[in-house]
């Protein structure tokens, strides 16, 4: 069974960097993406990575935020640059996603199609 462990959170000022890890317990063919979740809330996307690389990140990200793979040691980062107050919350990895066009596709937006989830890594941004 698929394990996701996330790590690096933390406490940051406004304007600083965080850098998240996902290790995936196994190779799979599957894509990957992160989501934040505020206490009270619902989960939110953040950004999905697809099984070819590409990716995709929601509005309020693009620009500060980037998802990256390294697939030789199954692991998933979320590189969290210029960090703001309203980027505090629980993050969580995730893996799933959808066939289409020859690969699977995760999208941030989509959260129904993530089935595994990692456990959460806490991030607080002060400003």
């Known amino acids: 069974q698929l394990h996701l462990v996330e790590s690096g959170g933390g406490s940051v000022e406004a304007g600083g960097s965080l850098i998240l890890s996902c290790k995936v317990s196994?190779?799979?063919?599957?894509?990957y993406g992160w989501f934040r979740q505020i206490p009270g809330k619902d989960k939110d996307g953040v950004a999905g990575i697809d099984s070819d690389g590409s990716t995709n990140y929601v509005d309020s990200v693009k620009g500060r935020f980037t998802i990256s793979q390294d697939t030789a040691n199954n692991t998933v980062y979320l590189h969290m640059n210029n960090l703001k107050s309203e980027d505090t919350a629980m993050y969580y990895c995730?893996?799933?996603?959808?066939?289409?066009?020859?690969?699977?596709?995760?999208?941030?937006?989509?959260?129904?199609?993530?089935?595994?989830w990692g456990q959460g890594t806490q991030v607080t941004v002060s400003s």
């Open positions: 995730a893996s799933g996603g959808r066939w289409e066009g020859g690969k699977f596709h995760c999208s941030p937006h989509r959260i129904w199609e993530f089935g595994t």
């Open positions: 196994e190779t799979n063919r599957y894509c």
